[in-house]
């Protein structure tokens, strides 16, 4: 799904969010709340992970909306063999942050992608990750995320038949965007082979 609004705000992006959000961008967007309220020292009761997204107080929505700040930087997540595995641009996680996390995901292992630096969008964080764990697999991973992906990022997951929720228009210029370097996938090399083509 396309998001073409120009702002992250626009009211029409919020609503499409809610009803689009996924239980791994629920996850992406908890950690990133949790990150926003830590860091700005707000006195805000987080409510559990497992409550409806529209269904929770006035204070919460506030940081949900947050979320949508584009200066307020992204976390994603993945989760592959039993493992979480979240990247993150133009923020920092801590323990403090990762712990919280873990007292609503329950006993699980949980890992920080940080290879590539902020012009590798979380999302390629994340394939370069499971790349180097020999875990990145055609139509086998699922991507959560606190907002929606770049252009350049959605080409890179559809490659991969990745599934992900949404993306937005706003143009990343080329320097902006580190390649995680993970290759193309048998299917598009050759996909009169595979029979995806006639
Ligand atoms: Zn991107």
Redesign the pocket.
Known sequence: MGFKSKKFQDPYFYEERLKTITFFDKVACYLHAINIISHEGVDIKLPRLSQSVQNVRTDWKNIQKRLCDPYSGRVSTTFSDGVWIFAVNHLELSTDNINKLMLELGDCKLVIASEGGDLM?A??KLLRALKGMGKLKSGRVEIGSSKP??L??RDVLNNWRAAFTSYHSIP?AENK?DDPDVGVPGWKQHPQEMGLVS
Do not use: N, Q, S, Y
């Open positions: 969008h999302e390629m992906c770049c350049r990022c990343v965007w």
